[in-house]
């Protein structure tokens, strides 16, 4: 390091770190198929099988709040947002190792409601914990899960496969864990200021539960083989659909145009939204942590996609010359911008 240049890390974003960090280093492994770059790394297993893994830290106070984040919920999605991501290659996971660094403000109790979470993730999704390590933090609790998953070689998505017109499609519905976020926010203000007045959660059951206890689409995974059609370009909205797309552009060397007035939103969603002042198209582009999947399918399979009540189509690529686009519902286009959660700039 040379002692007169200092670069912040908000200015390159979580992304531009990973590359300057990783950079320097080439393949030395014929097993390695696939590194970073991916929602999980691909690793020939044997002639016809791949192992897929990934990983993610979950950190107290950037990653979640304990005010109201229960322990047992917090342990159930820290494994499915790894899932999430095997899921993302067409995979299917198997096992995971779960390490957690902790201060002693936490007595045994608490941790093993953390991983009676961690339990119910694990049964619900047919996984086997396998390891792990733990450890002493100074102050807060550190998580990391790292997932290992298995497919067929020639079933593995990865965000490079896309071609032009392929249509883009999500799952379920966007936007809901972001207003959860803000109601959950919103009463921890309230209470701060005043902490006789109990938290009014009532009617919000739905965007609490999609941000204190979201699942993983492993359904979609198996409505995609029952229904005969292997995706193009896979990966999971777990930073926002606008960097998703982004990242789906960039993988595939493509743009993308997407419809505002196709974007699926719960109308508690919007109308929340509403009420906090946020436009609800922001929740959706820029939200995060829903854990749908984002993927893209050749227009051939349009007749097997269309009017499945798990998968809007939201658009299609586009050549890399014609950018990032939303025709919003007066038929403006709008260039996207990626501002998905990045751990380094200042929210
Ligand atoms: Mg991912």
């Known amino acids: 390091m040379s002692e007169d240049k200092r670069t912040e890390l908000e200015t390159i974003g979580e992304f531009g770190l990973i590359d300057a960090l990783t950079k320097g280093f080439k393949k030395k492994n014929d097993s390695t198929i696939f590194g970073i770059g991916d929602d999980a790394a691909v690793i020939n297993r044997d002639d016809k099988n791949v192992t897929l893994v990934s990983t993610d830290f979950l950190i107290e106070g950037i990653h979640f709040n304990l005010m109201y984040t229960p322990l047992k919920h917090l342990g159930y999605k820290s494994v499915v947002v790894n899932l999430s991501d095997i899921y993302a290659m067409n995979g299917r996971p198997e096992q995971i190792t779960v390490s957690i660094a902790v201060s002693n403000r936490f ?204 998968m809007s189509i939201i658009g299609h690529f586009t050549s890399k010359d014609a950018g990032v686009y939303m025709i919003d519902k007066q038929g403006a286009a709008i260039k996207l911008k990626a501002q998905g959660w990045d751990s380094f700039r200042g929210e």
């Open 107 to 310: 007595p045994k109790e608490a941790l093993e409601e953390l991983y009676d979470g961690i339990k119910t993730a694990c049964d619900i999704y047919n996984i086997d914990l396998i390891g792990g390590d733990t450890t002493s933090s100074l102050s807060g609790l550190v998580i990391s899960v790292t997932a290992l998953g298995t497919a067929k070689k020639e079933d593995v998505v990865y965000r490079s496969g896309a071609k032009e017109n392929d249509l883009l499609v999500v799952t379920g519905d966007l936007g809901a864990a972001y207003m959860g976020l803000q109601v959950l926010e919103r009463e921890k203000s309230v209470y701060k200021a005043n902490p006789d007045i109990q938290p009014d959660l009532d009617g919000f059951d739905y965007l609490l539960e999609r941000q204190l206890k979201p699942e993983a689409r492993k359904d979609v995974i198996q409505f995609l083989k029952d229904l005969d059609v292997k995706p193009t370009s896979m990966i999971d909205v777990s930073d926002g659909l606008a960097s998703e797309i982004f990242h789906l552009c960039k993988g595939s060397d493509l743009g993308a145009q997407i419809y505002d007035e196709k974007l699926p939103i719960d109308t508690k969603v919007s109308m929340t939204a509403i009420d906090f002042n946020i436009d609800p198209a922001t929740c959706i582009l820029n939200g995060g942590e829903d854990y749908e999947l984002l993927f893209s399918v050749a227009q051939e399979d349009f007749d097997k996609i269309k009017g499945n009540p798990h």
